[in-house]
């Protein structure tokens, strides 16, 4: 069995349905408000587990109803979280989410406990991180986190891949050290200094020594591009019904394709496929797909 580690995460998601998104000033009537737990970090950890990884999480949620449930539920999916801390100061991070009626969404996140997480939390799960196939990380944890786990990642030889969700400028030794860097479109963009032009922003990017760069682009799939060579992956045709997790869900399985052994191409297959499932369903870690489900579209749809 492959181990993933990640760092990264754990939110509950609040969620309200509207018509379209309200201008700044407006207030909308919605037409129904659910929960579901969320965080980048335990989405992708739980997408991990559903396709079959063995999952180790390092993070932090405070100490509230929120924690107990959001903890609870990675639990379920049999994520281990004997690295995510309770923090004695600080809420269980949350995040506010608008959906309009197309399964477009804008989020706001309260990151909380998330914030806490430091290097000493990471040093902690030190064996586990060394022994993992890959470490995958999402953007919602402070950098030195982050750089701690990716260093000691190096050290051992673990592949790193890093999801740089929200998007922010990343110092150059850092990036230097990623083996993928998983962006979509628009943190793409943030990352290349606005650059809009996709080839153009890939190279931008990898002149900052990402050697690979793996960006997602919604419906149309995914762009691969290690070093000079660039392969455009299509996605599968699925009706969407909630866009929320596709990038989590692809995230985990170009991962647990990859600590597999696949190929990097099958890895992104993968992906689109995780992401299709994800997207056909409501919710974040609800909509995330098992190992079954990705094996069975890939054959049904697959070349
Ligand atoms: P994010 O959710 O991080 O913004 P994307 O929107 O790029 O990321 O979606 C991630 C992946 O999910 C895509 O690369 C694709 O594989 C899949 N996906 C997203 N939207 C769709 C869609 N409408 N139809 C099919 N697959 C999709």
């Not at 739980?46 to 390092?58: D, E, K, Q, T």
């Not at 052994?261 to 099958?266: A, M, Q, T, Y």
């Not at 299709?276 to 070349?303: C, K, N």
Request: charged share 15%.
């Amino acid at each position: 069995m492959t181990t993933i580690v990640v760092v990264g995460s754990l939110n509950m998601d609040l969620v309200v349905h509207a018509p379209r998104h309200p201008l700044p000033g407006e207030t909308l009537i919605g037409s129904h408000f659910q929960t579901f737990p969320g965080g980048k970090g335990a989405n992708q950890a739980v997408a991990a587990a559903r396709l079959g990884a063995r999952v180790c999480m390092i993070g932090r949620v405070g100490i509230d109803t929120f924690g107990d449930t959001l903890l609870a539920a990675v639990q379920y999916d049999g994520v281990d979280t004997s690295f995510v801390q309770r923090d004695l100061n600080t809420a269980t991070g949350v995040a506010l989410i608008t959906l309009d009626a197309h399964g477009q969404n804008t989020i706001v996140v309260a990151p909380g406990a998330n914030m806490q997480v430091s290097e000493a939390d990471v040093i902690r799960a030190e064996s586990v991180l060394r022994r993992a196939d890959v470490l995958l990380m999402p953007l919602e944890c402070p950098l030195e986190a982050v750089v701690a786990a990716t260093h000691l990642a190096r050290q051992s030889g673990v592949r790193v891949v890093l999801n740089p969700a929200p998007a922010r400028p990343l110092p150059t030794e850092l990036l230097a050290q990623i083996d993928y860097l998983l962006p979509n479109q628009l943190e793409l963009q943030v990352l290349a200094d606005g650059e809009t032009d996709l080839l153009t922003a890939i190279r931008r990017v990898q002149q900052q020594g990402v050697r690979n760069i793996l960006v997602t682009l919604g419906e149309e799939g995914a762009l691969l591009a290690m070093g000079d060579q660039t392969t455009h992956v299509p996605a599968f045709q699925v009706p969407v019904v909630d866009t929320v997790a596709a990038g989590d869900a692809f995230a985990a399985a170009f991962c647990v394709a990859l600590a597999e052994g696949k190929s990097p191409l099958e890895a992104v297959r993968w992906g689109n496929a995780a992401g299709a499932l994800a997207v056909t369903r409501s919710g974040a870690q609800p909509s995330l797909p098992s190992r079954f489900e990705v094996m069975r579209l890939l054959e049904v749809r697959g070349e």
